[in-house]
């Protein structure tokens, strides 16, 4: 399994971004896929999950940010709307199976004050 994360940028409090993650390889494998973000000296933390038992958020993003899955495209999706400065991080992607969990690349999101 591969996963490719874009869409990251700079933005400003309160605007919006969308992040995509291309799923290639064993697509057939995947039981859940997931964003996280890691700001520096921080831990990677959970931001939102989709899988067969629907969507998970945190609790700092809900009501904010969407995930949603398109399994014609394997992609995945997170929409980011009334982005905060404590948003700011690199968002990463991943795919779990019932072997092993899967990276993507981070992507940067930023969001200034």
């Known amino acids: 399994v591969q996963l490719q994360a874009s869409g990251g940028g700079l933005v400003e409090a309160g605007g919006s971004l969308r992040l995509s993650c291309t799923i290639s390889?064993?697509?057939?494998?995947?039981?859940?896929t997931a964003w996280y973000r890691q700001d520096p000296g921080n831990q990677r933390e959970l931001v939102a999950t989709?899988?067969?038992?629907?969507?998970n958020y945190a609790e700092s993003v809900k009501l904010r940010f969407t995930i949603s899955r398109d399994y014609v495209e394997n992609t995945i999706y997170l929409h980011m709307n009334n982005l905060k400065p404590d948003d700011t991080a690199v968002y990463y992607c991943n795919a779990d199976t019932n072997y092993r969990s899967y990276w993507g690349r981070g992507t940067q999101v930023t969001v200034s004050s």
């Open positions: 989709i899988g067969t038992g629907g969507t």
């Open positions: 390889g064993s697509i057939f494998s995947i039981n859940a």
